[in-house]
């Protein structure tokens, strides 16, 4: 059977497989049972498949990759220009095969079980962090109403907090003090939580030499080495580091017509969590960047000065990111010198 691309719109239960050959035509549109996915797949020539990066493409795709196949995992908003007129599980295959033709399409690596891994650990750190905020949120404005105000800062909450709970003196009821305390006791559980997290992704990641490289890198910690380990794996589906700083949304967007382009604000595409991960990596490096005599240091209060403290942050973040491709896609170590050179 003469086929040059297998299209699969995945599902729970019943999959659609589309299969095209070197003419651009289809050679069969059916589908499979979940239970016949896999000796169908393995039955045919290794050829190149293709799927929607969705919910278990990654795990299909590592199955299928052990089976000979090439495997492209291509993102929904690239496969909806394709899908014909009126929706359907065989429309959406096809659609798939042709978009998987398309020179210069940027696809998805398929994930390791290890970036998976980090992933589902950043993933839960990160929804915990977002809960203890939520906490942290509802105990100000509770004891806002009884005339409780709480310091900023969620160290200096958490040392107020046993102090405004033993005051007699303020206005809090029995029940506002019984609620605070368990809010309180939930805030230490969550800490925990976050500290496991912590410590599951620095041991996934203390024997990865990329990671230890990374950390080298003023600005990164264990947490966002992890992170970006996770989302990029090596790296090598960018071409160099700027495709990198785009895909993470730290690069200008633009709008233009009749010949005029205006550049506005950063993007914002990609991981949102891996952005903002950086940006607050960028941050603590210019934070303390006057402390320092380096080439580093001069870069950041050159921009500084030019155009601002958060301007300059973002574009070290840009800069982080970039730096991060060559270590992890090229292997090399960081040079301060060449990194802010000029």
């Known amino acids: ?23 651009g035509k289809e050679v069969f549109n059916r589908q499979v049972r979940r239970t016949k996915l896999t000796p169908t797949v393995a039955n045919l020539e290794p050829t190149l498949i293709a799927m929607e990066a969705c919910s278990s493409a990654h795990y299909w795709g590592r199955r299928f990759e052990g089976m000979g196949h090439r495997v492209v995992l291509i993102p929904a908003q690239h ?9 359907s599980d065989a429309h959406d295959a096809l659609a798939i095969a042709e978009a998987s033709q398309r020179p210069n399409l940027k696809t998805v690596p398929v994930k390791s079980t290890e970036q998976q891994d980090l992933q589902m650990i950043s993933r839960q750190r990160q929804r915990w962090i977002r809960h203890r905020t939520a906490v942290v949120n ?6 806002r109403e009884y005339g409780v105000t709480l310091p900023l800062g969620y160290r200096a909450l958490k040392k107020a ?13 029995a029940i506002a003090r019984e609620l605070i305390a368990e809010w309180s006791d939930e805030l230490r559980q969550l800490d925990a939580k976050i500290h496991t997290a ?3 992704q620095k041991a996934l990641v203390k024997d990865n030499p990329a990671e230890q490289a990374l950390r080298e890198v003023p600005g990164f910690g264990p947490v966002i080495s992890a992170l970006l380990l996770s989302a990029i794996g090596d790296g090598r589906q960018f071409a160099n580091g700027r495709q990198m700083a785009a895909w993470v949304g730290l690069v200008p967007r633009h709008t233009g017509t009749g010949g005029k382009t205006r550049m506005l604000g950063i993007s914002k595409n990609g991981d949102r969590e891996l952005r903002t991960m950086m940006i607050h990596g960028a941050r603590a490096v210019i934070r303390w960047a006057h402390r320092r005599d380096d080439a580093l240091a001069r870069w950041v209060s050159q921009l500084e000065a030019r155009r601002g403290r958060n301007r300059a942050v973002v574009a070290l973040a840009n800069k982080m990111t970039r730096i991060a491709w060559v270590i992890v896609a090229k292997g090399e170590r960081f040079d301060m010198k060449k990194a802010f050179a000029g």
Do not use: H, S, W, Y
Request: with cysteine; proline share 2%.
């Open 161 to 173: 907090l046993p102090e405004v709970l033993e005051d007699g003196d303020n206005e809090l009821t």
């Open 198 to 200: 912590q410590e599951r």
């Open 1 to 23: 059977m003469n086929i040059k691309v297998l299209g699969i719109d995945l599902a729970k239960n019943v999959f659609q497989l589309c299969a095209i050959n070197q003419a």
């Open 79 to 87: 496969v909806k220009a394709f899908v014909r007129v009126n929706k």
């Open 138 to 143: 509802q105990i100000r404005a509770a004891a």
